[in-house]
């Protein structure tokens, strides 16, 4: 245990003589290497974990938390007869709040010129939609009525500019497969009902949604279904519970697989960017022990008369090596502190913060694009250049989510903390146990 003196000269020691000013300069240099390494960890991980979390949640809000289907080999292929006595039988197990046969598929989308991919689901009767699908619309009826219609996504309706009412064409591989002609194309024109927007980018641009008797007429398949989608009341603590009993309850002739298992490849991939992110920014705390070990051999340098003197005065060698083991302890606690605390800032406003900084960004563009366009009509007689378009910091794209979440660790924070504090003092160990090896006659000799 250290003494009151022994932590009252370990802090003066953070600070140095005038004549060198280079050591209080290294102090501070040290405690911003470990503030900048603890912020950028807490920031970069909350977002990270934010991100993970709010793409499964969107996943798994609006597609099926488990899926029944043929097991793989079946006589029947992917088409599940009679599934109207399947999902009774499915209704029967606890913990399930809906049960929904669909069939799924991909086909072309025509509109007017322009074609593209889209997965197609059919899903529930003509006018009974699903509760899943239905509180995803914005704009529409919450039924397809008697028409044969469709919900698209807003995004997929605004890069093709699509109004409600207007009818798009859908290509689709239809009936069996020939030897020779292969798959048959089937053509099906559907009057778009309304729009839906999930906030999960891939089902807004590429997703369908039609009723289940439009599907199986469209593919011509007749009164069957792909898939039974299934609903769990409590998906995180009860999801791999239900799959395991539901598929001992249908049989395996059927095959059950949750949506984390049918995303595994996504969800991987985000496991495993933030593990190298979280390896990546680790290195800045380490780097940040090697400063503390320089600073602190630079003090034990300045303060060798000093070291000189506190021996001479009856301080053991451990009393000395507490001294200044305690300066790289008390520069991890305070860079520690600072970068929890505006980690922590910074992670709980971030979506405020990067909306401050584009519209910092796009006011001071648009005023330099405006005054460039003038003075290159002004010079040349050339016509306007156009319109200034906004910088978006996280395009959807790219993110496939609309806004910029965090999600906070409390026990990964507590480790950051420690793990910082405890390096910094490590790194102090060496220089410490150098400077109470001293010999007080040599060093107050020659000083």
């Not at 010079?379 to 790219?398: C, E, Q, T, W």
Request: aromatic fraction near 12%; avoid cysteine; glycine fraction near 10%.
């Amino acid at each position: 245990m250290f003494r009151l003196y022994e932590f009252f000269i370990g802090f003066r020691y953070l600070k140095s003589k005038k004549t060198q000013g280079f050591i209080s300069f290294n102090t501070f240099l040290s405690v911003l290497i470990v503030w900048i390494g603890v912020f950028i960890l807490i920031l970069v991980i909350s977002v990270m974990n934010g991100f993970q979390a709010q793409i499964k949640d969107k996943i798994l809000d609006f597609d099926s938390h488990i899926t029944v289907s043929n097991a793989y080999g079946s006589r029947d292929g992917s088409s599940i007869y009679g599934y109207q006595s399947l999902v009774e039988k499915i209704g029967e197990i606890d913990g399930i709040s809906s049960v929904s046969p669909f069939i799924q598929g991909q086909a072309l989308f025509r509109f007017r010129t322009r074609i593209n991919y889209v997965m197609i689901r059919g899903i529930g009767s003509k006018d009974n939609i699903p509760k899943e699908v239905v509180k995803f619309i914005t704009r529409g009826g919450e039924s397809f009525a008697l028409e044969r219609g469709i919900y698209i996504g807003e995004e997929l309706a605004y890069g093709y500019n699509i109004n409600i009412g207007q009818v798009v064409e859908l290509i689709v591989p239809k009936g069996r497969l020939f030897a020779q002609e292969g798959m048959v194309p089937g053509l099906g024109r559907f009057k778009v009902l309304g729009f839906f927007k999930t906030g999960y980018y891939d089902f807004d641009t590429k997703l369908v949604v039609m009723s289940l008797h439009d599907a199986q007429q469209l593919y011509e398949v007749g009164n069957v279904a792909w898939g039974i989608g299934i609903k769990v009341k409590d998906v995180y603590n009860d999801l791999d519970r239900i799959s395991n009993s539901l598929q001992a309850h249908v049989g395996f002739s059927y095959v059950t697989v949750t949506a984390e298992e049918k995303n595994q490849n996504l969800f991987y991939a985000l496991k495993l960017e933030k593990l190298i992110m979280m390896i990546i920014l680790f290195l800045v705390i380490v780097s940040a022990g090697f400063t503390i070990m320089g600073t602190i051999v630079m003090v034990v340098m300045e303060k060798r008369k000093s070291i000189g003197i506190l021996k001479s005065m009856g301080a053991s060698p451990n009393s000395i090596m507490v001294i200044f083991i305690l300066e790289g302890f008390l520069i991890g606690v305070t860079g520690t502190l600072i970068g929890v605390i505006t980690g922590l800032a910074a992670s709980l406003n971030l979506e405020a913060i990067i909306r401050s900084v584009e519209s910092f960004i796009n006011a001071i563009g648009a005023k330099i694009y405006g005054m460039i366009d003038f003075v290159s009509e002004l010079i040349s007689g050339a016509p306007r250049m156009g319109v200034f378009y906004d910088v978006n910091l996280v395009p959807k794209h790219v993110y496939y989510i609309d806004t910029i979440p965090t999600e906070v660790s409390p026990d990964f924070i507590v480790f950051i903390a420690v793990f910082a504090v405890f390096l910094a003092t490590v790194a102090a160990i060496f220089p410490a146990w150098h400077a109470s090896r001293q010999n007080p006659v040599e060093t107050i000799r020659y000083e």
